[in-house]
């Protein structure tokens, strides 16, 4: 899909022709549904039932213009005399002066003779058609689609899609489906049914369906179990399934976690390899997903959601920290025809919109008393009906807890219920995660260390798995097990055969506690056990054996080390072994070398952070660094050098925010300057101040961003460094310009330009953001002017000289875009920047003059995809919210491309930062673009639907919103828009 799509477009290719060329172009169509299904077609025959309606001059127009990738017109002589070409180039003729011309084709049977008159001019490129067939001319068209992405077009079979063999992949969670499934049958069915909906394309239905329980009720085994038994069906109805489960990455360290691994291999199975291995971030790719997903019949199953929400201690429990992961959900629940199950210890948030209708939540229980009697008995126990009842009743009805205590008691008791009073569940906590499964350890524990060897061989085998936070591989496993033994660990282990080693797993997986992995010629791949009982055998050994953890974790960092050979270009996977020896070095004591040798040398490959830039893990990058926290994300591991910390810091904070995670990277922006102050290090004191400036303001905290950025003005001052001066003052001005203090934060602008002037005569004018941010502060009485005409068309402008302000400011940002052009390396931000103030002066000055919109489109369009472009989160609302208003104002008020589609990913954007400047805008922007009851405006029609809850709800919200931030630079701007709308 065209990076500057909003949103999934519904056909891949649209094709318009004269009828004299139809049987050709019919051919041509058929070769490009052979590759994409004639539902991704725009040809006429192809849609005959849909387009036998009224008003088809108007509905077929908004296919090419919104909802096709790439529009090919056929030209001839004769293109120009049909009604449909000339209906359908009017609007099409409107993309060419954008970023979306390079969704228009021109293919020509020989000469198209004179077609200026529907703007084609003769400079504009076309193929030849006239002596290729139907075949060629379809493989151009691919081509096309290619060179638009700059990969392989993403849904084009049987080279980027999966395979027969390979759409139906459940392989990490089918080992955790049970032979019999018991109490479900309630869960079971609704699965079935929200599958049989997906089948009949019914409607209303699921489109993402969330189990929440918590660890140990058994959601992996309801969702395997059913997984399993459509497998049983041949994946009856399915085009695609993919199942993850989250527990297989790693789930140690929540804070974390990431989506990356798993974004990567499921772009794959779905068909974008290249989007799967390129740069683009976790939320463009978690969008990519959903599409992909979403336009078939596929389910995708995610399993083990937590590591990726925020705990329920956190300010915002159960959010999801992960962008990609979030996008990919809402992007489901917003439009899917299949169908995503989730399980999670938490709620998610995220989806609360959709709760009610497409994404809703089920909460698991506890097994009932007669299915925990079932399950009991099941597993071998025996006992009378009264027993098994108040021991069913003794565990709460949990799942895991009854599943090790049949186990047990089957094991070591000849399953006789009366040993249960050997489990002390009286001494679980109530409040702790599995309190009553790790009373059954302990039980355990203490039956397998009566048992002399043999049971010391089971229990060195469960503390091995207390090692890691996913599967332990076999080669990870033979590192542990090679002599000399790890003291007070393997000595039981190191010294038997393996044929004795299976003996013991063999009665390990018996007994439920672990899952012995083989691949078809029976060699071990790995063992695995639930979350809980990992947890449980790790915080035994970290806290009982100290010497042992740390000598075990060496040893794994030592092996993967040496073994992991990633070479000059490595993909993900060939990383991920060095991540996972960072945890390991980190857990033996020895971060500093961790720090040095794996993390920064052959991970960040040094300054060039390859990881991050070249293969955009900024999630994977995260989980490595957190391993160097003792607390995250404000205290660093004393093991390390200072200035180490003091990079880790640093790093961590812009980790952070580059995901999206902006609150929780203020703490460590702000200990990375004080540490910076406190070794009177100036430079980097008064840049940490400045971001942290520039941090909070996104966030909005006004004052503290004013404060820090007074702050960061000293340090500069302190440094010396000529090159700080001025662009501190900018982040100063920057922040007293939202706080409403419009004259001082002038005369630091000005300040700050003169400067730049005395240190680069060549560049008198401020350029880059510092320039967008004093040209911002230049627009503002225009821009006041021009809200004020649009909510009272019978307003006058009261200052004639604010469009001379707003040429003024053109004039500026076309200077300054062209020293940018020349210089080697200039930010695609810088860029996206200076065509937003070119766009926000014209359409200024349009709405000023009361003129015909002409140049702003191209101007901010730019200006929108560059932001995309430059991977700038944080900054994208800005454009959005510019190209909201002439989008309004051009009359696409509400739909695909329009108003309300471009408000509402601004709202997506800054909700998920918190950026509540951006939110207090976007409710401004609302209720003056849609909130209008004067028809004299032209804004909005008596009739229409207000697109959220109300006007006054969106004025209120922003008035709370710009008093709670101290965000006083829009006062004025409510004022006018609540007496307009609200006559107050």
């Given at each position: 899909?065209?990076?500057?799509?909003?949103?999934?477009?519904?056909?891949?290719v649209?094709l318009s022709?004269?009828?004299?060329?139809?049987e050709?172009?019919?051919q041509?169509?058929?070769?490009?549904?052979?590759?994409?299904?004639t539902?991704?077609?725009?040809?006429?025959?192809?849609h005959?039932?849909?387009?036998?309606?009224?008003?088809?001059?108007?509905y077929?127009?908004?296919?090419?213009?919104?909802?096709?990738?790439l529009?090919?017109?056929?030209?001839?002589?004769?293109y120009?005399a049909?009604?449909?070409c000339?209906?359908?180039?009017?609007f099409?003729?409107?993309?060419?002066?954008?970023?979306e011309?390079?969704?228009?084709?021109?293919?020509?049977?020989?000469?198209?003779?004179?077609?200026?008159?529907?703007?084609i001019?003769?400079?504009?490129?076309?193929i030849d058609?006239?002596?290729?067939?139907?075949?060629?001319?379809?493989?151009e068209?691919?081509?096309?689609?290619?060179?638009n992405?700059?990969?392989?077009p993403?849904?084009?079979?049987?080279?980027s899609?999966?395979?027969?063999?390979?759409?139906?992949?459940?392989?990490?969670?089918?080992k955790?489906?049970?032979?019999?499934?018991?109490?479900?049958?309630?869960?079971?069915?609704?699965?079935?049914?929200?599958?049989?909906?997906?089948?009949?394309a019914?409607?209303?239905?699921?489109?993402?369906?969330?189990?929440?329980?918590?660890?140990?009720?058994?959601?992996?085994?309801?969702?395997?179990?059913?997984?399993?038994?459509?497998a049983?069906?041949?994946?009856?109805?399915?085009?695609?399934?993919?199942?993850?489960s989250?527990y297989?990455?790693?789930?140690r360290?929540?804070?974390a976690?990431?989506?990356?691994?798993?974004?990567?291999?499921?772009?794959?199975?779905?068909?974008?390899?290249?989007?799967?291995?390129?740069?683009q971030?976790?939320f463009?790719?978690?969008?990519?997903?959903?599409?992909?997903?979403?336009?078939?019949?596929?389910?995708?199953?995610l399993?083990?959601?937590?590591?990726l929400?925020?705990?329920?201690?956190?300010?915002?429990?159960?959010?999801?920290?992960?962008?990609?992961?979030?996008?990919l959900?809402?992007?489901?629940?917003?439009?899917s025809?299949?169908l995503?199950?989730?399980?999670?210890?938490?709620s998610?948030?995220?989806?609360?919109?959709?709760?009610?209708?497409?994404?809703?939540?089920?909460?698991?229980?506890?097994?009932?008393?007669?299915?925990?009697?079932?399950?009991?008995?099941r597993?071998?126990?025996t006992g009378?009906?009264?027993?098994?009842?108040?021991?069913?009743e003794?565990?709460?009805g949990h799942?895991?807890?009854?599943?090790?205590?049949?186990?047990?008691?089957?094991d070591?008791?000849?399953?006789?219920?009366?040993?249960?009073?050997?489990?002390?569940f009286?001494?679980?906590?109530?409040?702790?995660?599995?309190?009553?499964?790790?009373r059954?350890?302990d039980?355990?524990?203490?039956?397998?260390?009566?048992?002399?060897?043999?049971?010391?061989?089971?229990?060195?085998?469960?503390?091995?798995?207390?090692?890691?936070?996913?599967?332990?591989?076999?080669?990870?496993?033979?590192?542990l097990?090679?002599?000399?033994?790890?003291?007070?660990?393997?000595?039981?282990?190191?010294?038997?055969?393996?044929?004795?080693?299976?003996v013991?797993?063999?009665?390990?997986?018996t007994?439920?506690?672990?899952?012995?992995?083989?691949?078809?010629?029976?060699?071990?791949?790995s063992?695995?056990?639930?979350?809980?009982?990992?947890?449980?055998f790790?915080?035994?050994?970290r806290?009982?054996q100290?010497?042992?953890?740390r000598?075990s974790?060496?040893?794994?960092y030592?092996?993967?080390?040496?073994?992991?050979?990633?070479?000059?270009?490595?993909?993900l996977?060939?990383?991920?072994?060095?991540y996972?020896?960072?945890?390991h070095?980190?857990?033996?004591?020895?971060q500093?070398?961790?720090?040095?040798?794996v993390?920064?040398?052959?991970?960040q490959?040094?300054n060039?952070?390859?990881?991050?830039?070249?293969?955009?893990?900024?999630?994977?990058?995260l989980?490595a660094?957190?391993?160097?926290?003792?607390?995250?994300w404000?205290?660093?591991?004393?093991?390390?050098?200072?200035?180490?910390?003091?990079?880790l810091?640093?790093?961590?904070?812009?980790?952070?925010?580059a995901?999206?995670?902006?609150?929780e990277?203020?703490?460590?922006?702000?200990?990375?300057?004080?540490?910076?102050?406190?070794?009177k290090?100036?430079e980097?004191?008064?840049?940490?101040?400045?971001?942290?400036?520039?941090?909070?303001?996104?966030?909005?905290?006004?004052a503290?961003?004013?404060?820090?950025?007074?702050?960061?003005?000293?340090?500069?001052d302190?440094?010396?460094?000529?090159g700080?001066?001025?662009?501190?003052?900018?982040?100063?001005?920057?922040?007293l310009h939202?706080?409403?203090?419009?004259?001082?934060?002038?005369?630091?602008?000005?300040?700050?330009?003169q400067m730049?002037?005395?240190?680069?005569?060549?560049?008198?004018?401020?350029?880059?953001?510092?320039?967008?941010q004093?040209?911002?502060?230049?627009?503002?009485?225009?821009?006041?002017?021009?809200?004020e005409l649009l909510?009272?068309?019978?307003?006058?402008?009261?200052n004639?000289?604010?469009?001379?302000?707003?040429?003024?400011?053109?004039?500026?940002?076309?200077?300054?875009l062209?020293?940018?052009?020349?210089?080697?390396?200039?930010?695609?931000?810088?860029?996206a920047l200076h065509?937003?103030?070119?766009?926000?002066?014209?359409l200024?000055?349009?709405?000023?003059e009361?003129?015909?919109?002409?140049?702003?489109?191209?101007?901010?369009?730019?200006?929108?995809?560059?932001?995309?472009?430059?991977?700038?989160?944080?900054?994208?609302?800005?454009?959005?919210?510019?190209?909201a208003?002439?989008?309004?104002?051009?009359?696409?008020?509400?739909?695909?491309?329009s108003?309300?589609?471009?408000?509402?990913?601004?709202?997506?954007?800054?909700?998920r930062?918190?950026?509540?400047?951006f939110?207090?805008?976007?409710?401004?922007?609302?209720?003056?673009?849609?909130g209008?009851?004067n028809?004299?405006?032209?804004?909005?029609n008596?009739?229409?639907?207000y697109?959220?809850?109300?006007?006054?709800?969106?004025?209120?919200?922003?008035?709370?919103?710009?008093?709670?931030?101290?965000?006083?630079?829009?006062d004025?701007?409510?004022?006018?828009a609540?007496?307009?709308?609200?006559?107050?």
């Open positions: 899909m065209s990076t500057d799509a909003d949103t999934p477009r519904r056909f891949d649209a022709f004269p009828g004299e060329h139809r050709f172009v019919k041509v169509a058929g070769h490009l549904a052979a590759q994409f299904t539902d991704r077609v725009l040809y006429d025959k192809y005959q039932a849909e387009f036998a309606a009224p008003d088809l001059d108007v077929l127009p908004n296919l090419y213009r919104t909802q096709s990738e529009i090919v017109l056929f030209l001839c002589p004769e120009a049909k009604r449909w000339r209906l359908e180039w009017r099409i003729r409107q993309m060419l002066a954008t970023v011309a390079r969704r228009i084709m021109f293919l020509s049977f020989g000469n198209p003779g004179d077609v200026t008159e529907l703007g001019l003769s400079g504009d490129g076309y058609i006239d002596t290729s067939n139907a075949k060629e001319i379809a493989e068209i691919l081509k096309r689609l290619s060179l992405q700059g990969i392989t993403p849904r084009k079979p049987p080279d899609t999966p395979t027969p063999a390979s759409r139906f992949d459940i392989s990490r969670i089918i955790y489906a049970p032979a019999e499934l018991i109490g479900r049958e309630a869960e079971t069915k609704l699965l079935s049914d929200a599958w049989a909906k997906v089948r009949n019914a409607a209303p239905r699921p489109h993402v369906l969330t189990f929440v329980a918590l660890g140990g009720e058994g959601k992996t085994s309801l969702v395997a179990k059913w997984a399993a038994e459509l049983g069906q041949d994946w009856s109805g399915c085009d695609a399934v993919f199942a993850w989250f297989s990455q790693g789930t360290e929540q804070a976690a990431s989506s990356d691994v798993f974004l990567k291999e499921a772009l794959t199975f779905f068909g974008d390899a290249a989007m799967a291995g390129s740069a971030g976790a463009d790719k978690g969008r990519r997903l959903a599409q992909l997903v979403g336009e078939r019949r596929a389910l995708l199953i399993d083990g959601l937590e590591p929400q925020y705990a329920p201690t956190s300010p915002t429990p159960g959010e999801l920290k992960d962008q990609g992961l979030a996008a959900l809402k992007g489901l629940a917003a439009t025809h299949g995503c199950v989730v399980t999670t210890r938490y998610i948030p995220d989806l609360r919109a959709y709760w009610q209708t497409t994404a809703p939540e089920v909460k698991l229980t506890r097994l009932s008393k007669d299915a925990g009697v079932a399950l009991l008995k597993l071998g126990v009378n009906q009264k027993e098994f009842a108040a021991l069913v003794d565990v709460q799942a895991l807890t009854l599943n090790l205590l049949g186990a047990y008691l089957h070591a008791h000849a399953g006789d219920i009366r040993k249960r009073d050997l489990v002390k009286e001494e679980a906590d109530a409040e702790e995660q599995g309190g009553h499964a790790f059954v350890m039980a355990y524990v203490l039956s397998y260390e009566s048992e002399g060897e043999k049971g010391k061989r089971a229990l060195a085998l469960l503390r091995l798995l207390g090692l890691f936070d996913r599967p332990a591989t076999a080669d990870c496993l033979a590192a097990l090679k002599a000399p033994a790890v003291p007070g660990l393997t000595g039981a282990l190191v010294r038997i055969s393996e044929a004795q080693r299976n013991a797993l063999t009665r390990l997986e007994a439920k506690l672990l899952t012995v992995n083989r691949d078809a010629a029976g060699t071990l791949v063992l695995d056990a639930h979350p809980l009982l990992r947890e449980y790790a915080r035994q050994l806290t009982r100290p010497e042992a953890w000598g974790h060496r040893r794994l030592e092996h993967l080390c040496a073994s992991t050979k990633e070479g000059d270009q490595p993909t996977e060939d990383l991920q072994p060095l996972q020896s960072v945890a070095g980190c857990q033996a004591g020895w500093q070398e961790a720090c040095d040798k993390f920064f040398s052959r991970i490959r040094g060039e952070i390859y990881s991050v830039r070249k293969l955009g893990a900024l999630g994977s990058n989980g660094i957190a391993c160097f926290f003792e607390t995250p404000s205290r660093v591991s004393p093991a390390l050098t200072e200035a180490d910390q003091a990079w810091l640093n790093a961590a904070a812009f980790t952070l925010r995901l999206g995670r902006l609150t990277a203020l703490d460590p922006m702000r200990a990375a300057t004080e540490w910076a102050a406190k070794k290090d100036w980097h004191a008064a840049a940490g101040a400045s971001n942290l400036s520039e941090l909070e303001l996104t966030l909005g905290e006004v503290g961003a004013v404060g820090d950025a007074e702050q960061s003005v000293t340090y500069a302190r440094s010396g460094d000529a700080m001066w001025n662009i501190v003052r900018t982040t100063h001005a920057d922040a939202q706080a409403g203090r419009r004259a001082e934060a002038e005369a630091r602008f000005r300040e700050a330009e730049q002037a005395e240190s680069q005569p060549g560049y008198p004018l401020l350029y880059s953001v510092q320039g967008f004093y040209c911002d502060l230049l627009l503002t009485e225009a821009e006041r002017a021009a809200w909510l009272n068309s019978k307003s006058e402008v009261r004639p000289k604010l469009v001379e302000a707003c040429r003024a400011v053109e004039q500026r940002a076309a200077q300054t062209k020293w940018e052009e020349g210089m080697r390396g200039a930010p695609i931000l810088d860029f065509h937003l103030t070119l766009g926000r002066a014209a200024y000055a349009v709405i000023l009361k003129s015909e919109i002409q140049n702003p489109k191209s101007e901010i369009d730019q200006a929108v995809a560059g932001l995309r472009r430059a991977g700038t989160q944080h900054m994208i609302p800005l454009g959005l919210l510019t190209r208003w002439l989008r309004l104002l051009t009359g696409a008020r509400i739909g695909p491309e108003a309300q589609s471009d408000l509402d990913e601004a709202w997506d954007i800054a909700e930062g918190p950026m509540r400047l939110m207090a805008d976007i409710h401004l922007h609302r209720a003056r673009l849609f209008m009851r028809a004299d405006s032209g804004m909005r008596e009739g229409a639907a697109p959220w809850e109300s006007p006054q709800a969106d004025l209120a919200a922003a008035e709370k919103l710009i008093n709670a931030c101290g965000y006083h630079g829009r004025e701007e409510l004022a006018d609540k007496k307009a709308i609200l006559g107050s």
